[in-house]
């Protein structure tokens, strides 16, 4: 009202800096715990998702398919929560890049819903970001497209090393979609936007059999071992494994 904007004109300077700090503060905290408390209300998964088949840690997977909530400290943040947002929307822009440029891109089935498979009797499931059906290429169709983000720093790794070796776990879900979605003939279109200078990495990744078969055989093995009330074993013989201190289930891991 005019009686609170008067006042707020007629502070000093000084008071004026310290009560928009305050209020930043107070629209920081609002917007983060909105983003927070909706995370958690999300439904969790209870499968195995085909993107997270490729960690190293089997135990860590069985975690999350468990449904084990992580350590009080390892929770997802607002600003990480951001991070994957705005990978879905990106993602978004790069199909529109693809698709301006007259590939026949399909993102989502006839229901509107995104192409994926299915496998045990949804115990295993994987959903993927699209299909290449053709375009003004001669290349061969038609093709998985997987599509992520990174910092600069993993941009250039994905340049130096390939998708194999900088990120095993993305090499795994691309075999795995690849094997269920019966897209094996043709080599994946794997694109990585750089988040900090907006260029974009492609790689085309021939079918890995092998691959696949692991990642479907290590399922198998998570599924068997829960069902049978065993926990697998951890990836590392210590918590001060790289993987293990930055894993969202340490410290429930190394209590047991």
């Given at each position: 009202?005019?009686?609170?904007?008067?006042?707020?004109?007629n502070m000093s300077t000084s008071k004026k800096i310290q009560n928009n700090e305050l209020m930043n503060y107070h629209f920081e905290q609002v917007i983060n715990k909105t983003i927070v408390d909706k995370n958690k209300s999300e439904p969790?998964?209870?499968?195995?998702?085909?993107?997270?088949?490729?960690?190293?840690?089997?135990?860590?997977?069985?975690y999350i398919y468990q449904g084990q909530q992580p350590d009080e400290d390892k929770e997802f943040n607002a600003q990480t929560l951001r991070i994957f947002q705005l990978g879905h929307e990106l993602e978004n822009?790069?199909?529109?890049?693809?698709?301006?440029?007259?590939?026949?891109?399909?993102?989502?089935?006839?229901?509107?819903?995104?192409?994926?498979f299915s496998i045990?009797?949804?115990?295993?499931?994987?959903?993927?970001?699209?299909?290449?059906?053709?375009?003004?290429?001669?290349?061969?169709?038609?093709?998985?497209?997987?599509?992520?983000?990174?910092?600069d720093k993993k941009f250039r790794e994905f340049q130096i090393k390939g998708v194999t070796l900088a990120n095993p776990v993305y090499a795994a879900q691309v075999a795995l979609y690849q094997a269920y979605m019966e897209l094996t003939d043709n080599p994946c279109l794997f694109t990585v936007l750089n988040k900090n200078t907006?260029?974009?990495?492609?790689?085309?990744?021939?079918?890995?059999?092998?691959?696949?078969?692991?990642?479907?055989?290590?399922?198998?093995?998570?599924?068997?071992?829960?069902?049978?009330?065993?926990?697998?074993?951890r990836v590392a013989q210590s918590r001060d494994y790289f993987s293990c201190k930055y894993c969202e289930f340490q410290d429930t891991c190394w209590s047991n």
């Amino acid at each position: 009202n005019k009686n609170s904007i008067d006042y707020f004109l007629n502070m000093s300077t000084s008071k004026k800096i310290q009560n928009n700090e305050l209020m930043n503060y107070h629209f920081e905290q609002v917007i983060n715990k909105t983003i927070v408390d909706k995370n958690k209300s999300e439904p969790k998964r209870k499968y195995l998702g085909g993107s997270m088949l490729g960690d190293k840690c089997a135990r860590k997977i069985q975690y999350i398919y468990q449904g084990q909530q992580p350590d009080e400290d390892k929770e997802f943040n607002a600003q990480t929560l951001r991070i994957f947002q705005l990978g879905h929307e990106l993602e978004n822009s790069m199909a529109g890049w693809i698709r301006n440029a007259e590939f026949d891109l399909r993102t989502l089935d006839k229901n509107g819903e995104q192409f994926g498979f299915s496998i045990a009797d949804d115990e295993i499931k994987g959903h993927i970001d699209g299909v290449i059906c053709g375009g003004p290429l001669k290349a061969e169709y038609p093709m998985l497209w997987e599509c992520k983000s990174a910092n600069d720093k993993k941009f250039r790794e994905f340049q130096i090393k390939g998708v194999t070796l900088a990120n095993p776990v993305y090499a795994a879900q691309v075999a795995l979609y690849q094997a269920y979605m019966e897209l094996t003939d043709n080599p994946c279109l794997f694109t990585v936007l750089n988040k900090n200078t907006s260029e974009i990495y492609y790689e085309f990744i021939p079918f890995n059999k092998a691959l696949a078969q692991d990642i479907s055989d290590k399922a198998v093995t998570i599924l068997e071992a829960t069902k049978a009330n065993e926990l697998l074993p951890r990836v590392a013989q210590s918590r001060d494994y790289f993987s293990c201190k930055y894993c969202e289930f340490q410290d429930t891991c190394w209590s047991n």
